[in-house]
């Protein structure tokens, strides 16, 4: 008899156990799914291209960058609940940007990096709204900011570049040395 009654205690309690942790783990799903998002300090500050500038380097023929500047600045009015769609359709549109063609005056190493670094910070939010991870994601969210402004500085400094003339600077033409054809230790 002493036996029934360890067995049906043991019963009692293993039954019990199960069903307080069953009560624990929804509250934590509930708690768990809200995704809270603050609008970063740098979304204030995201730099923009004058008139004058999206005139004279074309930049409104250039769809695929437009698209692009137009999905980030409308994450930057971010709904948090709609976080993984705006990520997700930003991403989508940065991977269409580098597969389209460039112009002449931005096809350069420089652009072309930048926005592969402004695409990898796209994939950081993603994975931090996705595992709900609140503060990391405001970091990544301001960081993506950041390295959106630094694209578009390096696009404004790449177009002051191609501006300026060779000849500006006393030389018809320049004098290529190519060691390749002509090393430059020969006795030629």
């Not at 049906?8 to 809270?36: A, G, H, N, P, Y």
Request: charged residues 30%; contains cysteine; glycine residues 2%.
């Amino acid at each position: 008899m002493v036996r029934f009654y360890a067995i049906l205690f043991f019963v009692i309690l293993v039954f019990s156990c199960k069903e307080k942790k069953r009560v624990d783990q929804q509250i934590s799903d509930v708690i768990e799914d809200t995704l809270v998002v603050e609008k970063p300090d740098a979304s204030q500050k995201i730099i923009q291209f004058s008139p004058e500038f999206i005139e004279e380097n074309k930049i409104n023929e250039w769809k695929d960058f437009k698209k692009f500047k137009d999905a980030i600045e409308d994450i930057t009015q971010l709904n948090p609940a709609g976080v993984m769609i705006f990520i997700s359709e930003l991403y989508k549109t940065t991977s269409a940007l580098l597969k389209a063609p460039f112009p002449e005056a931005f096809d350069k190493f420089p652009v072309y990096g930048r926005i592969k670094v402004v695409q990898t910070q796209i994939i950081k939010c993603h994975f931090y709204a996705y595992n709900k991870q609140n503060e990391k994601l405001n970091v990544a969210l301001n960081e993506l900011y950041v390295e959106y402004n630094i694209l578009l500085k390096r696009m404004i400094s790449i177009a002051e570049e191609n501006k300026i003339q060779l000849d500006s600077l006393g030389l018809d033409t320049p004098t290529i040395q190519d060691s390749k054809t002509i090393p430059a230790f020969s006795k030629k």
